[in-house]
C-alpha cells in the first residue's frame, strides 16, 4: 500500500521541516503534535494536528497527546484484514502509514549535574514509546523512523518506489526500531536500579548498545567485527590520525587505560595482546615512557602505548622513535601531533571519560557472566609476615609491581623496581612458570633481576616460587597468601631474607 499519512512527532527536530516537505511532495497527508506541529507550520509545511483525528485536545499540560484509540486503530489495523478496515470505516478512522518519532533525551538529563527527580521523571517518554512499538508491530503496513538519519534514504526509496516501501525496508526500519525502544528502556531500568535499589544485582540487568564503529576484521581476519557504544553521547574515543583501528587494537587500548589508570603520577604503560610488556612512571611523561619502552623493548616492538596525561612534544618524539601501533591519551599537544603525523600509519587515539566499566562482562555460552570490581585493599592494611620488614623503597616497588600484576594474564608474576617493571610472567598454568618467565624475560633484554621486587596475583602452592626468585636477586615478594603452605613459604622467605607482604586479596585476570 502506498504511503498515504503520517504522524510526525520528534523531540530532536534535526531535519524534520526537510523530511516533511518531502513527504508532502510525494502527496503525504501530515498530523503532527506540539513543538513539531509549530515547527512544521511556521516553516510553511501544511500539517494538521492530531486533534483532527481524535477530537481530543492534549491533555495534563502534554503529558496525553497521542494516547488514543483513533491513533491506535489506525496505526495497528491490519490492511489485509477486511474486518480491522471495515471498523475504521464504521468508526470514521483514517489508516497511518508512516510514523516519525524519537524519544525525551532521558540519558542525557539524567546524566546533567545535580538534576532533580522530577526533571527525570518528565523526561519518561510514554506516547512515542508507545507509537513506536504500535508502528513496528504492524511493520508490513506502516513504517516507522526514529532517527534524523533515516530520512534522506526513505525518501528516496518512496520516490523510487512511486510512495510505497518494500517489505524488507519495512522490516529494517521495524528492527531498528525495537532496538532504540531497548536502548531508551535501558537508560530508564539503569536509572532505577542505581538510585533506587540498594542491590548490586538486580533480578533483571540489561544493558543496549549502538553501534558505534565498523571494524576491518575481528580478532582474526576471517572473523566479522564491529564495536559498540554504551553510551549514547558517542564512541568514548576520538581517532585523531592513521590507519583503520582493529578488533585487537581496542582489546589492548582497554588495557593500557585500565594499567594507566592504576598511577596518579605520569605513566605509561605498552602492551601486546592484552598484558603489559613494560610499565614506567617518572616526573614528566617522556621519562614514563622511556621506563616502560626500557622493560620489554623487544616485545614493546608494535605494541600500544597507553597514557594516563595529555601527550607532548618530547613525549611524541620518543614515541616516533620506537615503533607503535598505537597510542592512547587523553589528549595531545600541537607539538605531539606534528611529531606523529611523522608516521601515517601510526594510530593516535584519544580517551573521552574514565577508563573504567561500572559493571564487567564475560560472554559465556546460555548466558553472560557479571562482576563489579572490588576498589582494592589499600596498602595500608596489606601484612608482613616475615622476620623482615621490607623497606621504604622495597615498599615502594611492590604498590607498584601489585598495581600492574592486577592487569596480567593469570598466572601472573611481576618483577619491578620503583619506577617501571623489569620482567613480566604472564597467562602461565603455574605459578613456578610464571616465575620463571619473568625472569628469562628480565635478563633475556640484558636488565638485572638483583635487588628487584616480585608482585604475585595468586598464592604461592608451593616454596619453589621463592626459592628461584632468590637465586635471581629478588629481596621483596607481595602477594595475596591464603595457601595452605604459606607457613613453608614464609619459612623459606625468612631463610633467605626475604621480606614478604600479604594483601589478603588475589587479583587473577581470565
Not at 10 to 16: A, E, R, S
Not at 32 to 54: C, F, K, M, P, Y
Not at 371 to 393: F, I, L, M, N
Request: aromatic share 8%; with cysteine; charged share 25%.
Amino acid at each position: 500500500m502506498p504511503i498515504e499519512k503520517a504522524l510526525l512527532s520528534v523531540y530532536d527536530k534535526d531535519g524534520i521541516v526537510d523530511f516533511a516537505r518531502g513527504l508532502r511532495s510525494l502527496g503525504v497527508m501530515l498530523y503532527s503534535t506540539g513543538g513539531t506541529l509549530r515547527i512544521l507550520q511556521e516553516n510553511g509545511v501544511q500539517a494538521d494536528s492530531v486533534e483532527a483525528i481524535t477530537d481530543t485536545a492534549e491533555l495534563l499540560s502534554g503529558r496525553v497527546k497521542t494516547l488514543h484509540p483513533k491513533i491506535f486503530a489506525g496505526i495497528l489495523a491490519k490492511r489485509d484484514d477486511a474486518e480491522h478496515m471495515e471498523q475504521l470505516k464504521e468508526y470514521g478512522i483514517p489508516t497511518i502509514d508512516l510514523i516519525v518519532c524519537n524519544l525525551y533525551p532521558f540519558r542525557k538529563v539524567v546524566e546533567k549535574k545535580d538534576v532533580e527527580l522530577a526533571e527525570v521523571l518528565e523526561n519518561i517518554d510514554i506516547g512515542g514509546v508507545t507509537l513506536i512499538r504500535a508502528a513496528a508491530k504492524n511493520y508490513k503496513d506502516v513504517a516507522v523512523l526514529v532517527s534524523p538519519d533515516q530520512y534522506e534514504e526513505t525518501l528516496r526509496r518512496l520516490r523510487e518506489g512511486d510512495g510505497i516501501l518494500d517489505e524488507t525496508t519495512l522490516w529494517n526500519l521495524a528492527r531498528e526500531a525495537f532496538g532504540y525502544i531497548v536502548q531508551y528502556d535501558e537508560a530508564i531500568a539503569s536509572f532505577y536500579n542505581r538510585f533506587k535499589d540498594s542491590v548490586r544485582f538486580p533480578r533483571y540487568l540489561g544493558f543496549a548498545f549502538e553501534k558505534g564503529l565498523a571494524l576491518k576484521y575481528g580478532e582474526n581476519p576471517a572473523d566479522e567485527a564491529c564495536f559498540y557504544k554504551q553510551e549514547l553521547e558517542g564512541v568514548p574515543f576520538r581517532i585523531r590520525q592513521g590507519k583503520e583501528i582493529s578488533f585487537n587494537n581496542l582489546l589492548d587500548l582497554d588495557s593500557a587505560l585500565s594499567t594507566v589508570a592504576e598511577f596518579e603520577e605520569p605513566s605509561c604503560a605498552i602492551i601486546k595482546h592484552t598484558n603489559p610488556c613494560g610499565v614506567g612512571t617518572g616526573d614528566s611523561l617522556a621519562d614514563a615512557y622511556r621506563r616502560a619502552h626500557l622493560a620489554d623493548p623487544v616485545s614493546a616492538f608494535g605494541g600500544i602505548a597507553g597514557m594516563n596525561r595529555r601527550c607532548d612534544g618530547e613525549t611524541a618524539d620518543e614515541i616516533v622513535s620506537t615503533f607503535m601501533q598505537l597510542v592512547i591519551a587523553p589528549g595531545y599537544d600541537a607539538a605531539a601531533l606534528t611529531a606523529f603525523a611523522k608516521r601515517k600509519n601510526l594510530r593516535v587515539v584519544e580517551m573521552n571519560g574514565s577508563p573504567e566499566p561500572q559493571y564487567d562482562f564475560r560472554r559465556v555460552r546460555g548466558g553472560v557472566l557479571v562482576q563489579y570490581p572490588a576498589p582494592g585493599s589499600p596498602p595500608g592494611k596489606w601484612r608482613v609476615v616475615t622476620d623482615r620488614t621490607p623497606t621504604q623503597k622495597e615498599r615502594d616497588a611492590l604498590l607498584f609491581g601489585w598495581r600492574v600484576v592486577k592487569h596480567v594474564k593469570s598466572n601472573g608474576v611481576v618483577l619491578a623496581i620503583g619506577d617501571r617493571t623489569v620482567g613480566i610472567g604472564a597467562g602461565q598454568m603455574s605459578r613456578v612458570d610464571a616465575v620463571e618467565l619473568a625472569i628469562k624475560k628480565a635478563k633475556g633484554v640484558g636488565s638485572s633481576t638483583s635487588g628487584t621486587v616480585l608482585a604475585s596475583d595468586g598464592f604461592f602452592p608451593f616454596r619453589d616460587s621463592v626459592d628461584k626468585a632468590d637465586a635471581a636477586g629478588v629481596t621483596a615478594i607481595v602477594q595475596p597468601g591464603g595457601s595452605v603452605r604459606d607457613a613453608e613459604v614464609i619459612d623459606a622467605c625468612n631463610e633467605h631474607g626475604m621480606a614478604m607482604l600479604f594483601t589478603g586479596e588475589r587479583c587473577f585476570r581470565h
